[in-house]
């Protein structure tokens, strides 16, 4: 039976087109093992990038059926995958996330995690020297993977690995990092088709910290001003969504990959204590610019972690 | 911090041995930056295996305090780790289990897992040229551990690179394995000092079939004969054992090494129905024996859960 690769559920970049990768990797060995599928529609920058690198958009799952083997990268987190995944034959899981209880296999299997910035990377270690055998489509999105994950490296997750696998394939390639970025990040940043709900779902995960459920939204873009001229219409948005998602309050970082800082929206006060508490800063509108603030996972959620 | 290596609850030769390569391969890198640690006595061939080549036991711990950098080897249960195992600084996780749900770690980490028969093979390939550099007694102890778990690659778990690196290392150390794995298999059939409840817990894991928690225990031996003397002394234990451990029925495999069989203790009906159901034998006494049945995880629990 076929395997199927996919990612996690609101499929960004790295999430969409790692799949492809391995899926690739695993027919390179044994032609027709293995494809990849999402589990949603990817964001505007994947969409970009498969266009870019020639590939079709990978058929959509709602769910895995009972047996049906599955490789699962860009996360371990049963929250982000389909219900029925623990009934599903994992055969292996590539990520770089921290390890959540959930996931359950029938034997022992293949488990790799790293702390580098994007499952490209970590794809590109374990190929070893199979990825100089990839076509240039599958090379230049595991290039986009990495420019996607560390903000052209300017995000904190970002190791010299995984520069160092994207600069390679760059050369490889002849793409010019900054231009190609560019046109990424511009990608990224056209989310004008959608709507409040959307935007705060769009990049969004759930924490629980101190009790109270958390859903915290990034949205990393080269045109903040868009996003914010939308302001009170998100606003309106979140409680809306906090009840639809059962979290008690969403959080929505505005990221500018440019200038390397983050807004945060304060709709309440529960949203200004926490920025307070959590970043040093006591909000003094509905608006708090927090330098250097880039990564959700490196420095966002450790902050709301300590506070 | 010194961060601490551990493997599971009732040590065996890897568990034991696995955590002090590992500690040495990380102090190797950064002097004094990781001990070995065990959180129960090791068996009696872990024991000799440390004494042929030249290592004190471990010191053993009964809990980890809070953010102690720890790195877990040979498992990734909570139920085979210490009680606040998820309050420590879980740096990373070497194993070759199922996954099981559990474990949660505070950021990305260094996840492993991979479907070999032994965790000191996964730490050779890990290690890269590095093992090279190891001195004799960590070498030793590689083999050794290679050699308990494939049952000296009899086991159906022995992978061609588990046999791969044990014939590499026992070349360079000078060591004949048949004599050397006789020596080893003899220290662990010395169970003689060893309570009925003792043997039944020694090498125990529980799993729950069919909403029946059973504890699946193995006792390998080159001399089954010694451990079937002590047939009712055992069946009478089991009942004891299991109200103790919260299980509903306690099933010990008795594996002969040499001759690649395991003998199934039949102390009862819901044994019996078992044994029949998953092995396609009816028992038609107390004992039953099971030909090529030697490993619990690529055997016995597959057999278990396919009834």
Redesign the interface.
């Known amino acids: 039976m076929t395997t199927l690769v996919f990612g996690h559920k609101s499929p960004d970049t790295d999430s969409t087109c790692s799949a492809i990768i391995w899926a690739w990797f695993l027919s390179h060995h044994e032609p027709g093992a293995a494809e990849p599928r999402l589990l949603g529609t990817p964001n505007t920058e994947a969409q970009f990038v498969l266009k870019r690198w020639g590939f079709e958009m990978p058929p959509i799952i709602e769910d895995v059926t009972e047996g049906q083997p599955v490789v699962i990268v860009d996360t371990n987190n049963p929250a982000e995958l389909p219900a029925s995944i623990n009934k599903a034959d ?1 055969r292996a ?1 590539i ?21 580098v910035a994007c499952t490209a990377t970590l794809m590109w270690q374990l190929m070893g020297g199979h990825g100089g055998h990839a076509p240039d489509g599958i090379k230049g999105l595991a290039l986009s993977c990495i420019l996607s994950d560390t903000l052209e490296f300017r995000s904190p997750t970002t190791t010299p690995i995984d520069r160092q696998v994207a600069e390679h394939l760059a050369a490889e390639l002849g793409v010019d990092i900054p231009s190609y970025a560019a046109e990424m990040f511009a990608a990224k940043s056209d989310v004008s088709r959608f709507s409040a709900a959307e935007l705060l779902r769009m990049d969004s995960k759930e924490y629980t910290v101190d009790g109270i459920d958390f859903r915290v939204s990034v949205l990393e873009t080269t045109s903040p001003q868009t996003i914010l001229a939308r302001k009170d219409e998100l606003m309106a948005a979140m409680p809306v969504v906090a009840a639809e998602d059962g979290a008690q309050q969403v959080l929505l970082f505005i990221v500018d990959i440019l200038r390397e800082e983050a807004t945060l929206l304060v709709p309440n006060e529960l949203t200004r204590r926490v920025c307070a508490a959590s970043f040093g800063v006591t909000p003094s509108s509905d608006t708090v610019v927090l330098p250097g603030i880039m990564s959700r ?2 420095q966002i959620i ?1 902050a709301l972690r300590a506070a």
């Open positions: 994992i899981i990520d770089h996330h921290k390890l959540v209880p959930g996931l359950e296999t029938r034997g022992p299997i293949e488990v790799t995690i790293r702390p996972k490196k450790p």
